[in-house]
């Protein structure tokens, strides 16, 4: 082979091999757990951070139970290491065995913080999609989340950690979504405003419609952040055609305007068939910056999708659970985001 064919021929190989990765992170046909019943078993893991105390566990136990269920705690639950919840390896040995446990019929995460995406790689995805469960967290999880349902197809619930209390809110969102398993509800709406009157109206919970139009798709998403983390790894989550929901918190509008132009320069933004922004909370706006609003309006506006801003998902008090992987519509003139499939059996 002469010089000139052997660089044409490397320079393909990182392309065909991009292709060949790309291929093999394609999620197979959805899969889908059963919807939760009162009496079951729950697996409680903490895959990121460690809580400070013991009664946190004890408490999160409690919030469990007081759902209706049996709690079974992960064997490296009350592990500290350092910042994380044990080593690597006993996360993920945890998340692993309640997947595989018969006694197991559903997953919840204690918090979140920081570290579920360095269990990505020790995690077994032929174990996960042959015992299809329900697994809830947000924040960090999204890491879990999203990489489960790209490997196995598995749908998962973006929602509450029971490592807090559950707001009336999101206990009537948990029992139409995991438990009643109802599809054509709306999604994330905000809540009734308690007290309407001549002068009074909500403030803090508004909808605000960025662009109009409407789109159906499978919903991808969860915590900007930890979306951006998984670019470009074998992870990565499939995109296209889908409605795109984030949240972030502690994030200042420059910091959510540069990880909206990652998507953006990654194609991402052009790709997905609308988006649904939900809670960017406890975030500070410097001297001559940029508003959220503006952040989120400026980077969306020129896309030829729905997009809405203000629904109830991420680190707020009242939070909806969003199936990740499931079909849902987005009325980006009505502000409306509708559950077409529940995603469970």
Known sequence: MDRRSLI???????????????????????????????????GLVSPASNVAEDEDIAFARDVVTSLGFHVKPAKHLYHRDQYLAGSDQQRADDLNAMFADPEVDAIFCLRGGYGSSRLLP?????????????????????????????????????????????SDYSYSQFKRTLVSAKKGQSLAAPPPFDDPAPGRVEKENRLTLIRG?????PLIGGNLSLVCHLMGTPF????????????????????????????????????????????????????????????LRERTLDLSVPVIRGLMIGHVEDQ???PVGA??????????????????A
């Not at 996960?128 to 749908?155: E, F, W």
């Not at 055609?241 to 420059?254: C, N, S, T």
């Open 213 to 217: 139009g409407t789109a159906q798709g």
């Open 122 to 166: 020790l995690l077994d995805y032929k174990n996960i999609a042959v015992n299809p469960k329900v697994l809830m967290g947000y924040s960090d999880i999204t890491a879990l989340l999203c990489a489960i349902h790209q490997r196995t197809g598995l749908v998962t619930f973006h929602g509450p950690i029971v490592g807090d209390n559950f």
């Open 8 to 42: 044409k021929t490397m320079a393909a190989m990182p392309l065909v091999a991009g292709i060949a990765s790309a291929a093999a992170q394609e999620p197979r046909s959805i899969i889908r757990a059963r919807r939760l019943r009162k009496g079951m078993t729950i």
């Open 327 to 344: 079909m849902a519509s987005l009325d980006g003139d009505r502000g409306k985001l509708t559950l077409l499939d529940s995603g469970l």
């Open 236 to 295: 990565q989550p499939e995109f296209s055609g889908r409605i795109l929901f984030l949240e972030d918190v502690h994030e200042a509008p420059y910091r959510i305007d540069r990880m909206l132009t990652q998507l953006k320069l990654a194609g991402v933004l052009d790709e997905v068939a609308g988006i649904a922004f939900g809670k960017f909370t406890e975030s500070e706006t410097t001297r001559n910056s940029f508003s959220m609003e503006q952040v």
């Open 320 to 322: 909806a659970i969003i």
